[in-house]
């Protein structure tokens, strides 16, 4: 199965990958985990080619463009994971 678990600092070792969904979450995350030595931290929109906060389909409506940018994505970050 499958959860969600809360960053701790203690993390960063552990994970090839941490990846937050938008800046407003960017800050939160440095706190915890201290910094970032080994660049594994990511926003989600730099695997769609954008930079700053993903596109919100709750406020644009736009949920069918907003499933094709995060898919791909999605699709980006798998291929990473693979390639380590």
Known sequence: SEYCSQMEWNMYDIYDFIVYMDDAARWPLFKIIGGDPGGKVHCFSEFMG????????????????????QKAAC???LKLIKGK
């Open 50 to 69: 954008m930079k700053g906060t993903i596109i919100n389909p709750e406020l644009t409506r736009d949920y069918d463009l907003s499933f094709k940018i």
């Open 75 to 77: 699709e980006k970050i």
